[in-house]
């Protein structure tokens, strides 16, 4: 099982576009860090406007405010939400790549069960993902955090403002970039499914962006009724879960409390949902894909 | 002698299309099986299903005496192919691909080994360039060297010699050759060229619209006695005059408004041209092929010109 899995990332990380999506975080990732450097002051105001009314910020403050654990959040807010397009690139490209190559078929007639070749081709996937996800760790939260340096984070919420202690930060990057690896391994796997259906990846790379775009709106619309019905079961809604690990509790002075999280079972239960999508997505994959033709 | 492979009533159907009609045949230890047929005849499918990429709807495989559906890892271990064209991985090596190939048929292979592979099929030198700046003929030798790097005792091969020029068509005939002959590996092959198959193939199936047609040594079905002549002249009809009221009279097979067919032992052939001279007929072309390959090409051209063969 190892050897295929060393083989299926032997070919994902041997071929020339899987680094365009490296390439693109890395250059986005640059150009906030460039911004922010150059005007941050800008967009601290612009982030406290909102806010202005009813509190009335320092200069000290505000200068505190700028550092590597802001950016790293604003970088992730962002970049989070085009992150998977770049999953997708690559595992819808799995399977119906592989079909358009010609190779599918010389792969499967090795003495490989179906099943195995495609657990260890969305490992590898998922593999790639976190890959991508520990790259842009390593440049927007380190990175940040050279450039900018560390002291509190300050997050903006409808209901106020949440001030975590710059010691009470770090654990909670690294969780939600575990978050973040759920949640987009939730979008390998919807492109994997697609993928066994096609024999060229453009296909399930369109149908997974499209099915995000059209969830995602969904996610976003304020209309009651697909408040209570749809919306908690799209998984769309729980992929940006991991800025609940930036919500902290408070005590009655408005204390923040060190190491907590505001709604735990909250994240813990959108986790649940997208290991859901996950299970479904994977074992239908691998369903279809057993008994498909391959005539490619 | 052992069967290797045994196929039994094997249908395929694709939705409302039967790709593959009721088909059976087996295929001898050792021996090298062509397995011929017009595009679209069903070759393709059959391998498929010989390799258990397409599920037949209905009928039975049996390779090494085991059965394929049961059996799938431990028969597919000991089978190397290639099918249609040999697609690669392009941005990889030719070394890498074989390495790839190796290991997902479950073996340890040294590199030094992987390189005595490659330079069976004459790509020694080229192992660590990408195969994407590979020739033709050079990815269809890879492809046979990632069917043969497992040392696997059956070889099946879909049309290994399309697109190919007429050297690279050379060069897999003698590979196909020296695996027969000195390796003594099973081959089964599928082409759409009975010429080749004649020169390679112990035994050979013909199938048409997923029916087999033909099956037989190929000895036998090459019989001398069952040579076509065609015969194109100044004047046709007064030729078959003549033909009719002479001793060649007996060799009269069929005509139609381009040729007059005659039917004779290969080495009467010369002593038929002599003949026709001396009764003053005006040859303008005369060609002579075996019965079967009259009837194969008849086949592919789609048009019934002769009887179907019957063995």
């Known amino acids: 099982m190892w050897n295929l899995l060393k083989i299926e990332l032997l070919k994902i990380f041997k071929r020339p576009r899987t680094y365009i999506a490296f390439g693109a975080i890395t250059a986005i990732v640059f150009l906030v860090q460039l911004a922010l450097k150059l005007d941050g002051k800008s967009y601290i105001d612009l982030l406290l406007s909102n806010l202005s009314g009813s509190f009335e910020f320092s200069g000290e403050f505000k200068s505190k405010l700028l550092n590597g654990y802001l ?52 490992l590898a996937s998922v593999i790639y993902t976190i890959a991508l996800l520990t790259w842009m760790a390593i440049l927007a939260l380190f990175g940040s955090m050279l450039i900018f340096g560390t002291n509190d984070l300050v997050v903006l919420r409808s209901t106020g403002i949440d001030q975590i202690a710059a010691a009470d930060v770090l654990w909670r990057y690294v969780i939600a970039f575990g978050y973040a690896a759920v949640a987009l391994t939730t979008i390998a796997a919807l492109a994997f499914l697609l993928s066994v259906f096609a024999e060229n990846s453009i296909g399930p790379i369109i149908a997974t962006m499209s099915i ?3 969830f995602t709106i969904l996610s976003e619309m304020n209309i009651p009724f697909y408040d209570n019905t749809i919306k908690p079961w799209l998984f ?13 509790k408070a005590t009655d002075d408005g204390v923040t409390i060190s190491g907590s999280v505001a709604n735990l079972p909250a994240i813990l239960r959108s986790l649940v949902i997208l290991l859901c999508y996950i299970t479904v997505f994977v074992f239908t994959a691998i369903r279809v894909f057993r008994k498909k033709d391959i005539l490619s | 002698m052992d069967s290797i492979i045994s196929v039994k009533n094997l249908v395929k159907d694709f939705r409302e299309v039967r790709a593959v009609h009721d088909l059976s045949f087996e295929v001898g230890e050792g021996k090298v099986y062509g397995f011929l047929g017009q595009n679209g005849a069903g070759k393709s499918t059959t391998i498929r299903m010989l390799l258990t990429l397409v599920e037949p709807t209905a009928g039975e495989i049996k390779i090494f005496n085991m059965d394929l559906k049961k059996h799938r890892k431990e028969i597919l271990r000991q089978v190397g192919a290639v099918i249609e064209r040999p697609d690669l991985y392009k941005y990889l090596t030719g070394m890498e ?3 790839i190939f190796a290991t997902m048929s479950g073996i340890k292979i040294s590199e030094k080994k992987l390189m005595e592979e490659l330079d069976r099929v004459g790509l020694a030198m080229r192992a660590h360039s990408k195969v994407k700046t590979y020739s033709q003929g050079m990815k269809q030798r890879l492809g046979i060297a990632t069917a043969l790097v497992h040392d696997p005792k059956l070889i099946i091969l879909d049309e290994p010699t399309n697109g190919l020029d007429p050297q690279g068509i050379a060069d897999i005939r003698n590979l196909i050759l020296h695996l027969s002959n000195d390796l003594f590996k099973t081959i089964f092959i599928s082409s759409h060229l009975l010429s080749e198959m004649e020169l390679i193939a112990d035994s050979m199936l013909i199938i048409d619209k997923g029916k087999k047609v ?19 002249t100044t004047d046709n009809n007064g030729a078959y005059e003549k033909i009719k009221k002479s001793e060649l009279k007996k060799f009269l097979h069929d005509r139609n408004p381009e040729c007059i067919m005659l039917k004779l032992h290969r080495d009467e052939v010369p002593a038929l041209v002599k003949e026709l001279v001396q009764m003053d007929i005006g040859v303008m072309y005369l060609d002579s092929r075996h019965s079967l390959e009259d009837y ?9 010109h002769v009887e179907p063969f019957k063995n």
């Open chain 1, 71 to 122: 950016v790293c959040f604003a970088i992730l807010t962002t970049v989070l939400i085009q992150m998977p397009l770049l999953v997708a690139l690559i595992a819808g490209d799995s399977i119906a790549g592989e079909a358009n190559m010609g190779t599918l078929r010389l792969s499967l007639i090795r003495p490989v069960s179906r099943t195995q070749y495609m657990i260890m081709k969305f």
């Open chain 1, 212 to 214: 995000i775009i059209v």
């Open chain 1, 236 to 248: 769309t809604t729980h992929m940006v879960a991991w800025k609940g690990f930036f919500y902290v």
């Open chain 2, 97 to 99: 691909n074989l390495r």
């Open chain 2, 214 to 232: 033909v099956e037989g040594n190929v000895k036998e079905l090459f019989d001398p006695a069952e040579t076509i002549v065609q015969l194109k």
């Open chain 2, 296 to 304: 194969f090409l008849s086949l592919t051209s789609g048009q019934q």
